[in-house]
Nanobody, 120 residues
């Protein structure tokens, strides 16, 4: 059974940092495209960052230069280092796993989410 468990969320002031973690189990972790998504109240879920099985990364324009996605295949863990946080980064952050190369359309597994709140 596929399981994704996020941790590391919390409340910080603007300009602060947080590191989110996502522990994955139940499948061949290294063959999936992994990603972080977020959803703020009243808004649609949006992609934040992703990392392919070959290690290539992509970021939403709004977080480029501030967030870094990484993974530790030995630990089956995905990370999101978030620096220079802004109030507009406030959202529930979700870890996701896509077995189809990052199309994020079908067969995507989701974690339960971890809340990030940034105060001004």
């Amino acid at each position: 059974q596929v399981q994704l468990v996020e941790s590391g969320g919390g409340s910080v002031q603007s300009g602060g940092s947080l590191r989110l973690s996502c522990a994955a189990s139940g499948y061949t972790y290294s063959s999936y495209c992994m990603g972080w998504f977020r959803q703020a109240p009243g808004k649609e879920r949006e992609g934040v960052a992703s990392i392919d099985s070959d290690g290539s990364t992509s970021y939403a324009d709004s977080v480029k230069g501030r967030f870094t996605i990484s993974q530790d295949n030995a630990k089956n863990t995905l990370y999101l280092q978030m620096n220079s946080l802004k109030p507009e980064d406030t959202a529930m952050y979700y870890c996701a796993a896509d077995p189809h190369g990052g199309s994020w359309v079908a067969d995507v597994d989701w974690g339960q989410g971890t809340q990030v709140t940034v105060s001004s």
